[in-house]
Structure formats: structure tokens, C-alpha cells
């Protein structure tokens, strides 16, 4: 069973920790950070969408990050290998000169957020570079590196653009929230407005113990205790 999240609409509300941004990112100043909802917590999708802009400097090849989205505490559990990390988001740029492309870290935090255990997954470019129109763009199916987090860690997802070398300033643009009746299709160049997503192929919430999740014992019982 496969875990999917939901970037949330600036404006939907923030989350009550302040993970440090990635050091891979060269603009930070303009990033904001948002909540990273699992989608079957949702009951009522949420009314609200935004186009995030961010300016790009003329001339100067670097990582603009755009959001840092962080989520509720997540049981203890083995990332590995095996597991794979994918996304879809609507994008834009102002001009096509600026040759923009999708950035992604991916990283586990303690529920506090003053610790970071690793980064799982990053990449500072990928796909087709951003359109002059809104269209997606993706993240397809990526290994994520193995680490084994504790209980109540948190996963951190910063979403940007790498921009190389573009000769004219301008901005870039990316549609979140989840408002949409449907969720996008992993699918580059969709044209269409419907709700950009990350998901892992693995369950993130399940309790098998072969992957090393953990489960709270009751009050007064030992986890030797057989349960009749």
C-alpha cells in the first residue's frame, strides 16, 4: 500500500515546528513553510488553492526554494532501498529563458524539528524545464537512501526549482493545495487544475513488524504479556 500526501495552499495554516532548510538550496528567503497532509486523514478536501510565486534572479545559476512542507509525527520505521518516492505539480515560469527545472529533498526530523536523522531522497534537477503555461511536471518513481527513523519523526518534503543560467529575471509559479475533486495523474505536461501530490510506495502507517514499525502498549501491561 503505497502513502500519498498532499502539498497544502499557503494560507491553509503552518506547522508548529521550524526544521532547518536544506543547505543544498541557495535562496531560502523566500521559502515558506506549510503542512504535509496524508491524504486519508482528509476528510473535507479543503477549499483553498494558491499559485506560489517566487522571483529568479537574472544570470545566476541556483536552488530557489519554494516550500518546506513538514508532517505529523510517523510511527518508527526502516526507509529502504526498495521503496520509491514520486510527485506531481503544476508549474510555471514567467519566460522559458530562465530554465527552470523541479528540486527535491526529501528528509527525516525529529518531532520537535531541531534534529535532522537524513536526507532519504534529493535531487536539484529534474524533468523537462518549466512551460511559459502551467503544466506539470514530476518526480517518477526515485530510490529513496535507507535510514531508520524513531518514533514520532517527521517527514520533511522542500519543493523548488534549480534555475541555470537564465537570461532575463523573472519568476516561477507552483499550484498547491488539495481543492480539486481528483488528484493529478503522474503525468508531465497536464494542463488540467487538479491536486499536485507526493507519494511513497510504501505504507508509512502500516504496523508490520518486518519493517520495523512500532506499536504503543497499553497501561499496565508488559509486551511480554500474552494477550488473551
Known sequence: ??????????????PNISPAFDAGWEQTAQATRLKLIYKQT??????????ATRTVPITTTQDILGNQFVSDPLPAQRFITSTTV????????????????LAFVVKIVSQDGTVTRGTIFSTFT????????????????SA??????????????????????PTTAGTYTMRTGNSAA????????LTTDLNPWIEFSSD???????NYQQFDVGNGMSVTEKIR
Open 182 to 189: 481528483s488528484d493529478f495523474a503522474l503525468t508531465s505536461a
Open 42 to 51: 482528509i476528510a473535507v478536501r479543503s477549499t483553498l488553492a494558491d499559485n
Open 144 to 165: 529513496l537512501t535507507a535510514l531508520t527513523s524513531n518514533s514520532g519523526d517527521r517527514l520533511v518534503v522542500e519543493v523548488g526549482a534549480h534555475v541555470a543560467a
Open 204 to 210: 508509512l502507517y502500516g504496523t508490520g513488524l518486518n
Open 126 to 141: 529534474t524533468g523537462a524545464t518549466f512551460a511559459a503555461t502551467a503544466a506539470t511536471r514530476i518526480l517518477s518513481a
Open 1 to 14: 500500500m503505497a502513502t500519498r500526501f498532499y502539498f497544502t495552499a499557503e494560507g491553509s495554516g503552518t
Open 86 to 101: 514520486s510527485a506531481v505539480i503544476r508549474v510555471l515560469a514567467s519566460a522559458t529563458t530562465e530554465n527552470a527545472t
